[in-house]
């Protein structure tokens, strides 16, 4: 096993050859595997909230998507650098999805983040299969609603865009329930941003950065002492 440790916790650091294999694996077996993008701001979420830690450490395939991760694991070969810049595992992902024509169901925050997913993956992998969308701003008390309805459609893959913690926590309380080969927490960062949105994100993985190296500080200095 391919893994870089951080804050404590273990992270896959597959090539996107050898995650792909794995995604390969996880489409013909009888249950459902997970797969989730780790950001910067999830692992420092995670240092704060152990219901979130617990849902990445129970995860079977996690995509590190920011090359702050890989450099402050020492993890950083030049060969994962560029994979992790490039975004090249969503879009190795999606493209094998929409190559085979997988059945895919959508979930989201709200409709508008449901709209602008349904919109990047029409423009790029045309060929998906969205057999449908559910915004979990519409559940009114528990969940049983929307795991009723991914059941029915029975998609090969379910794509997430739900905010974290929120998503993490949906998947840890009905992982169990669903009937979906692949789950993908996909993260709210899969398209690009340009202009001013993209000052912005680099602004807030500057602080990040800052936040994450400062509790790397502090947990080799705990773990030394």
């Given amino acids: 096993m391919k893994k870089l440790e951080i804050l404590g916790m273990a992270l896959d650091n597959y090539t996107v050859q050898e995650a792909m294999l794995q995604v390969e694996g996880f489409l013909g077996s009888d249950i459902m595997n997970t797969v989730e993008t780790i950001s910067m701001d999830t692992l420092v979420r995670a240092q704060e909230d152990g219901q979130l830690r617990e849902c990445i450490e129970g995860l079977d395939l996690t ?3 920011d090359k702050e991760i890989l450099k402050a694991a020492e993890a950083a070969s030049p060969q994962r650098m560029q994979e992790t810049a490039d975004n090249l595992f969503q879009r190795e992902f999606l493209k094998q999805a929409s190559r085979n024509n997988r059945t895919v169901y959508l979930l989201g925050d709200d409709s508008l983040k449901l709209d602008a997913l349904q919109g990047f993956l029409r423009e790029n992998y045309s060929r998906i299969q969205v057999v449908g969308s559910y915004a979990l701003a519409d559940c009114l008390g528990d969940y049983d609603t929307v795991i009723n309805e991914i059941n029915i459609a029975e998609p090969d893959v379910l794509i997430s865009v739900v905010s974290t913690p929120e998503q993490e926590y949906f998947l840890k309380a009905n992982k169990e329930k669903l009937n ?44 030394d002492g």
């Fill in 63 to 65: 995509v590190v998507s």
């Fill in 180 to 223: 979906v080969k692949i789950w993908y927490g996909l993260g709210e960062n899969y398209v690009s941003k340009k202009g001013v949105s993209e000052v912005a994100g680099f602004a807030k993985k500057l602080i990040q950065k800052g936040v994450m190296h400062s509790m790397l500080a502090r947990y080799n200095h705990d773990k």
